[in-house]
C-alpha cells in the first residue's frame, strides 16, 4: 500500500470515530468533505502525498467555499482546478444546509483563505509539483459546524462536552498522519492549528512553526498576508 493509499485508510479511520460524535444546537448542520468531496481530495492524496515530506502546513478546519467545495484544504475552486489539475464529481451532504449549498467544481465564490494560501504558493512555486516535493497542507479537523442562520462555528467554540472528544480524534489522526508524512516541520497556518500541533506532537517530534491566518477576518492578514507569511517563514528558518 502507498503512503496515499495508508493515509486516505488513517482518514476513513477518523470518520468512524467522528461519526459517532453528536453535537447539539446551536449547531444544527455538520459537513465531512472526507466523505461528500471524497473524490477529488484521494485525487489530491494520491496525485502529491505519495512521498514524505519535510513541511507540513496544517490549517484548522474546511472553509465554505474552500475544501467543503473541492476536498482539498484551503481548496479554492479556481487554484484547485487550474493550479493543482484536481477535479471530480461531488456529492451534496445529508442533511445541506439552505444557505449553504454544496455544489462542487461549480461553486462562484472564492475562499479568501485559500485564494490567498495557494495564490502564493503558486506564484512562488510555479508548478504545483515543486512545493509538493518536500510540502504539504493538511487541515487538523475535518468537520465544518453550522448554525442554522448559517453562520460558521470553529471546532474551538464548541462546548467542552463536544469538543474534547473531537479534539480526541483529530489529536489520534495528527499523530498518524505525521508519522506517515515524516516531516522535519509543522507549520500551525494560524495560532489554533499551531498550539493543536505543540500539544499532540510534544517537544520529540517535528519542529513545530507558525504562520499568520489568511483568513479575511484578521486585519493583519488584510494587511499583507504574503508579505507578512513569508517574513515568519524565514525568521523561522521553515523556508529561505
Known amino acids: ?132 516535493a518536500d510540502s504539504f497542507v493538511l487541515n487538523y479537523c475535518p468537520l465544518v459546524f453550522m448554525e442554522e442562520s448559517g453562520r460558521n462555528r470553529t471546532p474551538d467554540k464548541l462546548p467542552a462536552a463536544e469538543r474534547d472528544p473531537l479534539y480526541a480524534a483529530c489529536d489520534r489522526h495528527l499523530a498518524r498522519s505525521v508519522a506517515l508524512l515524516e516531516p522535519k516541520w509543522v507549520v500551525g497556518v494560524g495560532r489554533f492549528a499551531e498550539q493543536r500541533a505543540r500539544e499532540v506532537l510534544g517537544e520529540e517530534g517535528p519542529r513545530i512553526g507558525c504562520v499568520l491566518h489568511p483568513s479575511p477576518a484578521s486585519p493583519a492578514a488584510n494587511r499583507g498576508w504574503r508579505e507578512a507569511a513569508e517574513r515568519q517563514l524565514r525568521e523561522q528558518g521553515i523556508c529561505t
Open 1 to 132: 500500500m502507498g503512503l496515499a493509499d495508508r493515509l486516505l485508510a488513517a482518514e476513513r479511520r477518523l470518520c468512524r470515530e467522528l461519526d459517532a460524535l453528536r453535537f447539539a444546537a446551536p449547531t444544527s448542520h455538520v459537513y465531512n468533505p472526507l466523505v461528500h468531496a471524497r473524490r477529488p481530495h484521494a485525487q489530491f492524496l494520491r496525485r502529491y502525498a505519495e512521498t514524505t515530506k519535510r513541511v507540513v502546513y496544517l490549517g484548522m478546519n474546511p472553509g465554505p467555499y474552500g475544501m467543503v467545495q473541492t476536498g482539498v484544504p484551503f481548496g479554492e475552486v479556481a487554484l484547485v482546478r487550474d493550479w493543482l489539475g484536481i477535479e471530480a464529481p461531488v456529492d451534496r451532504p445529508e442533511p445541506e444546509h439552505p444557505k449553504r449549498p454544496v455544489d462542487g467544481f461549480a461553486c462562484t465564490r472564492s475562499e479568501v483563505s485559500g485564494a490567498r494560501l495557494w495564490g502564493a504558493i503558486a506564484d512562488h512555486f510555479g508548478k504545483p509539483e515543486r512545493f509538493f
